[in-house]
């Protein structure tokens, strides 16, 4: 009964990360706040980081839901190699980050969605380890938690670890 990941390496081709969606904190999408952070309680995360997003280029951000999708892939980890976007900014008072930014099709249900893996860069409000994928993407009807899904990415992007 174990639980089955269908994470892998396509040869020189592309990486297909597999496994469950997971429950995150809930503060991305402003569901919950971060006592730390205090623009939480009106916004969540993503919506206050969505302009600078904007201003660096990173395409249809303010079409994309604000929230992410945490795709559970352990046992496995990852590492970004060479992300599409790489925004350094001081979304909320006090509180610089840097995020990375790899364009991914995401797979749910027989229907490809264009979005991104969202990677808040080892900070002290990463609240992730590296074995969840943060999937930014537009709304996906039915997603809940515990449903596999699946997102692919060009091979020199990222890797499996």
Known sequence: MGIRRKSKVVPGKHVILGGKVKRGRMIASGLAFA???????????????????????????????SGTINLDISPNKFE??????????EWARGVEETFHFVKATIFYKDVEYDGYIYYPCPSRFKSHGDNIVELLTYKIPEVNYGVEISAKVPSYKIRII
């Open 35 to 65: 006592a730390e952070i205090p623009e939480t309680k009106s916004s969540g995360t993503i919506e206050l980081q969505k302009i600078f997003f904007a201003a660096a280029g990173v395409e249809h951000i303010y079409d994309m839901h």
């Open 80 to 89: 970004i190699l060479n992300p599409d976007y790489e925004v350094t900014c």
